[in-house]
């Protein structure tokens, strides 16, 4: 049926929303898509319900094609299984958790919490699983579903981007063989591909760290866009890689035995890296050239967050020349220092500072003393002392000596201090070689719209999912998991795809084929445009209708512009002539065509689109 804008439940706006950051927020909420309903949680309207399904339909189509299987789960669910995985604890704050009327009642109208509202599913997905097939003879087996998730997020922005309820495509592999669920992973990875050339979205396939996902391989889809939150890597080459798993390329170790020992200087005042570089230009200069900033070993205290809130203190040593890259710390620290779960990291703050002594802001060195190196952690202090990859045996710093003014020359890694682990955390810069040897590399931002996991045998084994193998022995399966923002596409397409004027939706996932403005004010052009639409629905394409009696045609125009249909039919003063025009959203132009051939004319051109 036609859908006509006198009935339709719309109500377009002409000012942007004032919390509107991006372009894809202003415009959803103007043309009547979403509307907010509290921080990061919006209402879907009836055009965003039609884009929404339509875009879910190319996503379930593509599931399909490769042999994966629909279901739906619950979003409430029970707290056990996810504390059996360990995620009640590592999700921390992530997640919203309630509890029932049965559960312990801490204070009047505050219970214990025993459910969470799903942030994702693999704890169910493996129990289901586990429920039903005991034999490799069922698997492998690929299931999905396309439901509504939840997350606790502290600062949701953006609108869909970053909200706290979204709709996202979750599938999983369940395998018997390592060979089949390489094969499940490409098959997911080539559907993948599939749908976003569908979307006509240029998002690429990137390297990716596992995160607390664990796994033998992960890669995120990501939309290069100026207003992403993630930052990739690419090189000429072609290597590809969020920031948080690129890996860097160290230098190779360097012999010692003919290095003079280190030596302390007096500097007072130096307590920057600027100010540490320029007092060594003066006064302890070089023969062969200028001391710079990769001359100096810089230290780092950063506060590491627990899943339980608690504060880590740890050092994070790195040239001179760089800084550290929090959340690329984020990646790796948890599990270097033996945290289970997500971690935050931040800068450390003056209480960290006042619970360690030993930490002399500005003149921090590795955690030793010239005549007693205490080799890693300082045994005043017990504070991990971690470096950065490109500080290897035989290298030679400047730094801080411990101890207020003062700094060591000569400072050798390898002989003189050493540390507990190595960390990637440095800020992946312009021009860094890629780690395969393909060429210096350049960094973009980009928007998260999928992510695929090898999960390998974690939660089968946590679970207990195993089946009876072709000898008749019990076996771990192999999972595979692939999510795929659902939300997040349909705000990226967006992003791709508007105007000073509105929206401009691609054909695919358009609220309809065509929008039919119909403007005079005598009823012949209302009768025109009625049987016009009767006749295109006919024919198979999909109509909105502005039948509006008595809205000024300015205003007609401008909602079609917003609402961004790919097709504006406009039946109105050319219609004495026997003519409609016809404009193409996309470019702004627009052709004159005889009544009688617009129908046919109209339906070539949705297939072209399509």
């Known amino acids: ?66 042999g994966a299987q629909e279901v739906h789960f619950p979003a409430l669910l029970p707290k056990e299984p996810y504390e059996i995985s360990g995620r009640w604890k590592t999700y921390g704050d992530g997640i919203f958790v309630l509890g029932d009327r049965k559960s312990e009642e801490i204070e009047p109208r505050v219970r214990r919490p025993n459910y969470l509202l799903a942030p994702t599913h693999e704890e169910m997905f493996t129990l289901l699983v586990k429920d039903l097939y005991s034999s490799y003879k069922d698997l492998p087996v690929n299931l999905y579903q396309i439901q509504t998730k939840y997350r606790d997020e502290a600062r949701p922005r953006a609108g869909l981007l970053r909200g706290r309820e979204f709709v996202m495509k979750d599938s999983y592999s369940f395998c018997v063989t390592d060979e089949d669920q390489r094969a499940a992973y490409d098959a997911h990875r080539a559907a993948y591909v599939r749908i976003f050339e569908r979307l006509g979205l240029a998002a690429v396939p990137v390297s990716a760290d596992n995160g607390t996902m664990g796994g033998s391989a992960s890669e995120e889809f990501l939309f290069p866009c100026d207003i992403g939150e993630d930052t990739f890597v690419e090189s000429p080459g072609g290597y590809r890689a969020n920031v948080e798993a690129v890996t860097s390329v160290p230098p190779a170790p360097q012999d010692y035995d003919d290095a003079p020992a280190a030596v302390v200087h007096h500097t007072p005042g130096t307590d920057t890296i600027q100010t540490l570089v320029d007092a060594a230009n003066t006064h302890q200069p070089r023969d062969d050239r200028q001391w710079t900033a990769a001359d100096t070993l810089k230290n780092v205290v950063v506060a590491v967050i627990t899943p339980d809130g608690e504060r880590k203190v740890a050092v994070i040593a790195v040239p001179g020349d760089r800084d550290v890259d929090f959340k690329r710390a984020e990646a790796t620290i948890g599990s270097t220092l033996g945290i289970d779960g997500e971690v935050s990291v931040e800068a450390a703050e003056p209480g960290d500072f006042a619970k360690h002594p030993g930490l002399v802001r500005g003149y921090i060195g590795p955690g030793l003393s010239l005549d007693a190196p205490h080799l890693g952690k300082d045994s ?162 999909s109509v909105i209708y ?51 051939a617009v129908v046919p004319h109209l339906v070539e051109r949705a297939r072209t689109l399509s």
């Open 1 to 66: 049926m036609t859908t006509r804008l006198s009935h339709l439940f719309l109500r377009t706006l002409r000012d942007n929303p004032v919390d509107a950051e991006v372009a894809s927020h202003r415009l959803l909420v103007r043309a009547g898509y979403i509307r907010r309903a509290a921080p990061g949680i919006y209402s879907w309207l009836p055009l965003g319900v039609s884009v929404l399904r339509r875009l879910e339909q190319i996503v379930r189509e593509e599931m399909d094609a490769i």
């Open 380 to 541: 005043s202090t017990g504070i991990p002392y971690l470096a950065d990859p490109r500080i290897v045996t035989g290298t030679r710093w400047i730094t801080g000596a411990n101890e207020p003014d003062q700094h060591v020359f000569g400072l050798v890694a390898g002989r003189d201090f050493t540390w507990d682990d190595t960390i990637e955390s440095v800020v992946v810069r312009d021009g860094d070689p890629a780690p395969d040897g393909s060429g210096p590399l350049t960094t973009r931002r980009g928007i998260e719209l999928g992510h695929i996991f090898m999960l390998g045998r974690y939660f089968s084994e946590v679970l207990g999912l195993n089946v009876l193998d072709e000898n008749g022995k019990q076996t771990t399966v192999a999972m595979g998991s692939y999510g795929f923002g659902v939300t997040r596409a349909l705000a990226a397409l967006v992003e791709a795809n508007h105007d000073g004027r509105g929206i401009i939706w691609p054909a695919a996932i358009a609220p309809a084929d065509i929008h039919l403005v119909a403007t005079g004010k005598g009823s012949e052009v209302f009768e025109a445009a009625e049987t016009l639409a009767e006749e295109l629905e006919a024919a198979g394409l």
């Open 546 to 596: 502005d039948d509006r009696p008595k809205v000024s045609p300015g205003v007609k125009f401008g909602d079609a512009e917003l609402v961004g249909v790919p097709t504006i039919v406009v039946v109105g003063r050319g219609l004495a002539e026997g003519k409609i025009e016809v404009k193409d959203r996309r470019t702004g132009e627009a052709e004159n065509i005889d009544l009688t």
